[in-house]
């Protein structure tokens, strides 16, 4: 499937971005907040020889995820280079569950098919180029999710509103006792990048909130799987779970 253009662009101006990544603009206002910055610095973080830009802390959280829901698929929007990919095709080898359906989405996914393929993985693969919220990139994934039981990694833009649309789009395909994470809800001076701007936190906020699609759905904010192994995380708030509705 041939790339198609965000309905939401990402930030291509070079003083933006330098000002995003700039480590001075941070709200610390705590010895915590300093670790959090240091704990969630990822530019050394590698899997098998992969730059994979994610928490190590989450990962562990991620590897328990998988272990305790044993998924049908594991969806993740935003690919970058396949290291987090590799990472979830390894800890579900580990677990044995060679069934498991991986699903990647990214603009140009040729990267992660490259690692996917140089790495022999055992689990069926599914890797689409494509916007994540475009009409042909949702008719190619939603018959691959729907019904079944799901861990959804929400991880490419992260402003307020893409994650709103993301979250519009992929949270009804999860099935009651699938998982959902939007990732870098530490953004926005949470404690991070105090200049970036509205971003996924508030997306997460409203989803939750009373009268949101997530309330509505039967999603809740997983507390359990966030406090494991610790407090640091890139997604404060963003561990989901949808319970089963309640019979009247």
């Known amino acids: 499937m041939a ?34 910055v240091l704990c969630t610095h990822t530019s050394g973080v590698s899997w098998a020889g992969r730059k994979i830009v994610k928490n190590q802390f989450d990962l562990a959280r991620y590897f328990y995820l ?20 590799l990472f979830f095709l390894d800890a579900l080898r580990m677990l044995r569950l060679p069934d498991t359906l991986y699903v990647g ?16 993985a055992e689990n069926p693969v599914v890797l689409v180029s494509g916007d994540c919220l475009a009409d042909a990139t949702l008719r190619e994934v939603t018959p691959l999710v ?10 490419s833009v992260h402003s307020e ?8 789009l992929y949270a009804p395909l999860c099935t009651a006792g699938s998982c959902l994470v939007v990732e ?22 409203a989803f939750l909130a009373p009268g949101g699609l997530g309330r ?30 309640e019979m009247p």
Not at 11 to 32: E, F, H, K
Not at 161 to 168: G, K, M, N, Y
Not at 189 to 201: M, T
């Open 3 to 36: 790339a198609i253009r965000e309905k939401i662009p990402r930030v291509q101006d070079p003083d933006t971005i330098t000002r995003m990544m700039d480590i001075s603009a941070c709200r610390l206002s705590s010895l915590a907040d300093a670790w959090h």
């Open 66 to 85: 998988l272990h305790a829901l044993r998924p049908d698929v594991v969806v993740e929007t935003g690919l970058q280079g396949g290291g987090s990919a």
């Open 105 to 120: 989405v990214d603009l140009d996914a040729r990267m992660a098919l490259e690692a996917v393929q140089g790495h022999g």
């Open 146 to 155: 729907d019904g079944r039981r799901s861990l959804i990694v929400l991880d």
């Open 161 to 168: 509103a893409h994650v709103a649309e993301e979250l519009r």
């Open 184 to 205: 870098d809800t530490d953004h926005g001076g949470r404690p991070i990048l105090g200049n970036y701007g509205p971003s996924a936190a508030e997306a997460v906020e």
């Open 216 to 245: 509505a759905l039967g999603f809740e904010h997983d507390a359990e799987s966030e406090a494991r192994f610790g407090p640091f995380t890139v997604s404060p708030g963003a561990w989901l779970v949808r319970r089963p509705k």
